[in-house]
T-cell receptor
Framework: GQQVMQIPQYQHVQEGEDFTTYCNSSTTLSNIQWYKQRPGGHPVFLIQLVKSGEVKKQKRLTFQFGEAKKNSSLHITATQTTDVGTYFCAGRWVNAGGTSYGKLTFGQGTILTVHP | TAGITQAPTSQILAAGRSMTLRCTQDMRHNAMYWYRQDLGLGLRLIHYSNNAGTTGKGEVPDGYSVSRANTDDFPLTLASAVPSQTSVYFC???????????FGEGSWLTVV
């Protein structure tokens, strides 16, 4: 079946360093969403990207959707200990006719740890 | 607003026993989901329901069953638990298949 591949699986950074996680699909996505799960918590929606080349920012977080709508990234500038958690992307596919189909499929997630 | 309520929060279950994880949402969402989360494997979809009265199999449906008698409730049943079903189970809902997914707090299940 179709998959959303997310890398890296783990990332350990020093507080203040930047962090990036990437999602890739072999086929075109209609939209991609990003979620954050704090340790011991549940995933919480962060943002949705829909347009080709779209860039959205939330404070220190920058989200990008690729021009071909097959990849996306989440970049955190100057990480803080509050950024610790698992970041998931979730994508839905689009057929040749431009119609979205299927359910949102989650990537495996990137576990971020931040050393103070 | 309660959102999604899962019960129990945690459970230790003897292998071979049956168990139902309960899930209720108060957002009138059409779609509901059950995921399991295991370290290194991310969120894996067990079963889903696009509307009351319909259900579908996800990525890892074996050993689990669901029902969707009404909009609000989506229970997950383990007919005969096995240790490999030890996991954290998340119930979730969304307005439709591609909309934002809202997750419950999770149910931690240990099968011994």
């Amino acid at each position: 079946g179709q998959q959303v591949m997310q890398i890296p699986q783990y990332q350990h950074v020093q507080e203040g360093e930047d962090f990036t996680t990437y999602c890739n699909s072999s086929t075109t996505l209609s939209n991609i969403q990003w979620y954050k799960q704090r340790p011991g918590g549940h995933p919480v929606f962060l943002i949705q990207l829909v347009k080709s080349g779209e860039v959205k920012k939330q404070k220190r977080l920058t989200f990008q959707f690729g021009e071909a709508k097959k990849n996306s990234s989440l970049h955190i500038t100057a990480t803080q200990t509050t950024d610790v958690g698992t970041y998931f992307c979730a994508g839905r596919w689009v057929n040749a006719g431009g119609t979205s189909y299927g359910k949102l499929t989650f990537g495996q997630g990137t576990i971020l740890t931040v050393h103070p | 607003t309660a959102g999604i309520t899962q019960a129990p929060t945690s459970q230790i279950l003897a292998a071979g026993r049956s168990m139902t994880l309960r899930c209720t949402q108060d957002m009138r969402h059409n779609a509901m989901y059950w995921y399991r989360q295991d370290l290194g494997l991310g969120l894996r979809l067990i079963h889903y329901s696009n509307n009351a009265g319909t259900t579908g199999k996800g990525e890892v449906p074996d050993g689990y069953s669901v029902s969707r008698a009404n909009t609000d409730d989506f229970p997950l049943t383990l007919a005969s638990a096995v240790p490999s079903q030890t996991s954290v189970y998340f119930c979730a809902s969304s307005r439709g298949p591609g909309n934002t997914i809202y997750f419950g707090e999770g149910s931690w299940l240990t099968v011994v």
